[in-house]
């Protein structure tokens, strides 16, 4: 059904999102959204905003997205919700989440399970977490943070230049990174020569490691 005031190609994608969200209870990522409509992310993202303009959908936060779905009364609609969050390409060290420049691109997760603010992704290189579920070329969805406590799963910025996602140990003199494959060593640290930059909440499996427990 053609929605008043919307060109085709607007009303083609709010139709796709809603089938989308009605089969499978998430949002599409922009990238799916692109392919299966055989257009550009750009041309996606660009009626987005049109959409939001014309009270359409909702979105919330920075550059992490809560993106609502509007009722006819112009309400959300609770069960059309998803987040997006940025995909970070480098971290680097005294900046805040948000005022980071390199992005890799964002993907969407369902806001009921993550619901903290300011959230962002990161690339797995390697197998050192295997044993934690955690294989290579997956995304770790992280929430912001400087601290953390003893045996969490944190993503850590070493000599203010590599970034790696390590299980996390304070002792009385010094940081021990673990890893969760007994083919690693665990890494000791001074204090000064790393810093937590997030906590890691949950992982979306990357695209090869399906393809590799598929096989």
């Known amino acids: 059904m053609q929605t008043p005031s ?11 999102l ?3 969200i009605t089969e499978t209870g998430t949002f599409p990522s922009l990238r799916q959204t692109a392919n299966d409509l055989g257009i550009s992310h750009t041309a996606v993202a660009q009626m987005l905003k049109l959409l939001e303009k014309k009270e359409l959908i909702k979105r919330e936060g920075r550059y992490q997205r809560t993106v609502y779905l509007m009722n006819a009364d112009q309400q959300p609609s609770g069960i059309h919700r998803w987040k997006e969050v940025p995909v970070i390409g480098r971290i680097t060290a005294g900046l ?6 390199e992005y890799n691109g964002s993907i969407v997760v369902d806001s009921d399970v993550y619901k903290g603010s300011s959230l962002f992704a990161l ?15 997956d995304l770790a969805i992280c929430e ?24 996390f140990f304070v002792r009385d003199d010094h940081i021990v990174l ?18 937590v930059q997030g906590k890691v909440i949950g992982i979306q499996r ?10």
């Open 6 to 16: 919307l060109t085709s190609k607007q009303n083609r994608l709010l139709n796709y």
């Open 18 to 20: 809603k089938e989308r």
């Open 96 to 101: 805040p989440m948000y005022a980071q420049q």
């Open 123 to 137: 690339s797995v290189k390697g197998d050192s977490m295997i044993n934690a579920g955690i294989l290579d070329g």
């Open 144 to 167: 912001p943070r400087q601290y953390a406590n003893n045996g969490e799963i944190v993503v850590a910025l070493i000599h203010q230049e590599e970034a790696t996602v390590k299980r």
């Open 178 to 195: 673990e890893p969760e494959n007994p083919a690693y060593e665990p890494m000791r640290y001074n204090f000064d020569e790393v810093l």
């Open 206 to 215: 990357g695209t090869e490691a399906m393809q590799r427990l598929h096989k």
